[in-house]
Nanobody, 126 residues
Framework: QVQLVESGGGLVQAGGSLRLSCAASGRSISVYAMGWFRQAPGKERTIVAAISRSRGFTYYTDSVKGRFTISRDNAKNTVYLQMNSLKPEDTAVYYC???????????????????WGQGTPVTVSS
């Protein structure tokens, strides 16, 4: 079992940047695909980005392509989400999640992920 703790959220003006971190403990993240999700008030939790466990294949939802970058450092047991050119519509609570997978792939559905962090809020002001 793995425990996930997100950090790095906060208040930023539109056009600014934030870097979210997800520190894992209890087990190496090298056996998991990792994802970042977000949930705005009154909306469903949806995928933002995902990264496969070994070769680092990535996925981004269309609205963040070219602005966000997901990365992982298995040696540090940490996953990152670099967010640039932030927009007010990026405002949400951001969650890190781990998916047990045998292949070097990832999923986009929340119910495919086995472990979740508590979330870190991101607010982008206009």
């Amino acid at each position: 079992q793995v425990q996930l703790v997100e950090s790095g959220g906060g208040l930023v003006q539109a056009g600014g940047s934030l870097r979210l971190s997800c520190a894992a403990s209890g087990r190496s993240i090298s056996v998991y695909a990792m994802g970042w999700f977000r949930q705005a008030p009154g909306k469903e939790r949806t995928i933002v980005a995902a990264i496969s466990r070994s070769r680092g294949f990535t996925y981004y939802t269309d609205s963040v392509k070219g602005r966000f970058t997901i990365s992982r450092d298995n040696a540090k047991n940490t996953v990152y989400l670099q967010m640039n050119s932030l927009k007010p519509e990026d405002t949400a609570v951001y969650y890190c999640a781990a998916e047990s997978t045998y292949g070097d792939n990832w999923d986009v559905a929340t119910n495919e992920y086995d472990y979740w962090g508590q979330g870190t809020p991101v607010t982008v002001s206009s």
